[in-house]
């Protein structure tokens, strides 16, 4: 069933950043189907960018149709790995994706690679509701690095998942879902924002008196302050006015996922 969000309020943006000399990341925001998808591609020009808008078209088109989120992320791989077969791209052409879906309260999110979802709670408080698919973060769950040994580490850039990947013949898509209360916002990126943008920085653009759009600019010129290493996206939504409010004994973060780490706040 369709659900159009007329009231729903986001911002959303992507800069080349200060170093490279293509943007590979790709988004769609589609708030009348409640969808919006973030792509960043990989394999340098012609083949990292057409990888990603692959993606995000497709996903887009498949939950459309009625795919599932999980689905249509699953196919998605094939696609481009079909398309690059067919040097419609470029062999070894690659993409992360993270993806969030609304439907009435209910909000679940979709990811393969290292770009993030967050959740941005009443008051601050800031959770990342992905789990990177990434050398680091193996490390990590094994207990072999810390999170702060891992921003420094020299393969934090490597990835274990992506679209199209030719090693790979499916990938594990990341899945949560959760309630979107009232005063909640869900925020889309790609690493070019994470890799520059710390979580205490990040927090204080989220909660500020802004609008939607106000606080994606901030986020994207901050990391383009700090270094702007990487193509950088940002899309940022918040939850309808009319949503319900949340229970004061539920937790904010969605209890269903093992993918959950708490960043920051209560």
Not at 135 to 144: R, S, Y
Not at 170 to 182: A, C, K, L, P, Q
């Amino acid at each position: 069933m369709t659900q159009a969000y007329d009231k729903i309020r986001f911002g959303h943006g992507k800069h080349i950043g200060n170093v490279r000399e293509f943007n590979e990341d790709n988004y769609v925001c589609d708030p009348e189907f409640g969808l919006w998808v973030v792509a960043d591609g990989m394999g340098g020009h012609e083949c990292g960018d057409v990888a990603s808008q692959i993606a995000v078209d497709f996903i887009i088109e498949q939950v459309r149709q009625g795919h599932s989120l999980q689905e249509a992320i699953e196919q998605a791989h094939k696609v481009i790995h079909l398309a690059a077969e067919q040097n419609l791209g470029m062999p070894g052409m690659g993409s992360t994706v993270v993806a969030a879906r609304l439907q009435d309260d209910h909000f679940e999110v979709g990811w393969v690679g290292d770009s993030r979802a967050y959740l941005v709670g009443k008051g601050g408080s800031l959770y990342q509701i992905t789990r990177d698919h990434s050398f680091v973060q193996q490390m990590i769950d094994a207990g072999e690095l810390s999170h702060l040994e891992a921003k420094s580490h020299p393969y934090r850039n490597v990835i274990t998942q992506a679209l199209g990947a030719s090693d790979l013949e499916d990938v594990n898509v990341g899945y949560v879902e959760g309630t979107f209360y009232r005063d909640h916002q869900l925020m889309l990126c790609s690493d070019g924002l994470t890799s520059e943008v710390g979580e205490l920085e990040m927090r204080e653009a989220l909660i500020g008196d802004l609008s939607e759009q106000q606080k994606v600019d901030v986020l994207i010129q901050s990391a383009l302050d700090n270094g702007g290493a990487d193509n950088v996206t940002v899309v940022l939504i918040s939850a309808p006015d009319d949503a319900p409010l949340k229970p004061e004994e539920e937790p904010t973060i969605p209890m269903n996922s093992e993918a959950v780490r708490k960043i920051i706040g209560n």
